[in-house]
């Protein structure tokens, strides 16, 4: 079976350096196996690389990117359903998940009650198909509590919940039982850096394990505050600030952000961040007091109903005044990702006067 790539063609005597450097960076898609042509490699990628990502991680080159179609490389059934197909009935079949998050070597799968029994053999088989991950884990239960963290069941493979995951050449250090993390927001922290301008103030209200920080500090000189309550997040964007080249500096703060702004004399911040959807409803206010004039929100919620876009603007628009500022202008507004049936993250960028 083959499927089309993003792929990265390069000189055949740069093969195997280059070859590991897109593994160690989480770049390169073993799925699916390099083509040798004439004298150069066409290497499968898991997503399109910008060229300056191709530059910081394996120098001056001759490249070429694009898309081409890549035979796979595995062995045997092709999808867990299809590995599954003689242990599970064909209602229980009908429930075996078809996607799972990817963090660095730790695959992530959300299985339902209805297949608990199963869930070492779903485990053991997801490995076999997949057999470049290190770890097999299950979510279990919400996210929850101040921590914003998760139970999480071991599957298969190297009992862990600690791993570097990769995200446009910026590797973070992640521990999914210590502190809130999400690769399912890649596009956004990319997004988001790409907005910031050089030398800007940023404040991130509930960084995690720092994403956004280290996205921003990669690509621009700024300077990034970044605040979490949970210890554990912040050990681990220290550690993320060290694994990583940074033209601009983080300041990390282990704390509640309301403490943080309080103790602000003065409005200082050209931007903030505040991806913490179930509540930064209730810190509106604070960021609104440490923003310059002209500055921009980037304001997180979740919303359902027929049209999200309009709910995320009126509530956010309210909200901002009832804080005793007002909206200049209200950039875009995305939908980030599902959250629940009828219901998603959203994410709305609004400039305040």
Do not use: W
Not at 106 to 129: K, M, N, T, Y
């Amino acid at each position: 079976m083959s499927s089309k790539k993003p792929f990265l063609k390069v000189p055949a005597n740069e093969g195997e350096r280059i070859r590991k450097v897109l593994l160690e960076h989480g770049f390169l898609d073993t799925d699916f196996k390099i083509v040798s042509q004439n004298t150069n490699l066409y290497m499968p990628l898991r997503q399109k690389l910008q060229s300056e990502q191709i530059i910081d991680i394996i120098g001056t080159i001759d490249y070429d990117i694009g898309e081409r179609e890549f035979e796979s490389a595995l062995q045997g059934p092709r999808t867990l359903a299809d590995a599954l197909d003689e242990h599970l009935s064909i209602s229980e079949l009908a429930l075996v998940p078809r996607a799972y998050d990817l963090i660095g070597d730790i695959a992530v799968l959300e299985i339902p009650e209805e297949l608990s029994e199963h869930f070492d053999l779903i485990g053991r088989v997801f490995q076999d198909v997949h057999k470049n991950f290190s770890t097999v884990l299950a979510k279990r239960g919400a996210i929850s509590g101040t921590t914003r963290t998760r139970e999480y069941q071991y599957l298969a493979g190297e009992n862990k919940t600690n791993t570097i995951h990769t995200e446009y050449g910026c590797r973070l250090a992640v521990d999914l039982s210590k502190a809130y993390f999400s690769p399912r927001l890649l596009e956004e922290h990319n997004r988001i850096a790409q907005l910031v301008q050089e030398n800007e103030f940023v404040v991130d209200m509930f960084c995690g394990v720092g994403s956004f920080p280290v996205h921003i500090t990669r690509q621009r000189e700024a300077h990034v505050v970044a605040i979490d309550i949970n210890p554990e997040a912040i050990i681990l964007l220290k550690k993320s600030i060290k694994l990583n080249r940074l033209l601009g500096t983080i300041e990390p703060i282990i704390g509640d952000a309301r403490t943080y702004t309080s103790n602000s004399m003065e409005s200082i911040a050209d931007r903030v961040i505040m991806n913490h959807p179930s509540g930064a409803f209730d810190f509106v206010s604070d960021a609104c007091r440490i923003l310059k004039p002209n500055g921009v929100i980037h304001y997180y919620d979740f919303i359902g109903g027929k049209n999200p876009e309009d709910e995320i603007k009126n509530k956010s628009i309210k909200l901002v005044e009832e804080s005793g500022r007002s909206v200049q202008e209200v950039g875009r507004i995305r939908r980030v990702r599902d959250s629940a049936p009828y219901e998603f993250q959203m994410v709305i960028d609004l400039i305040i006067e």
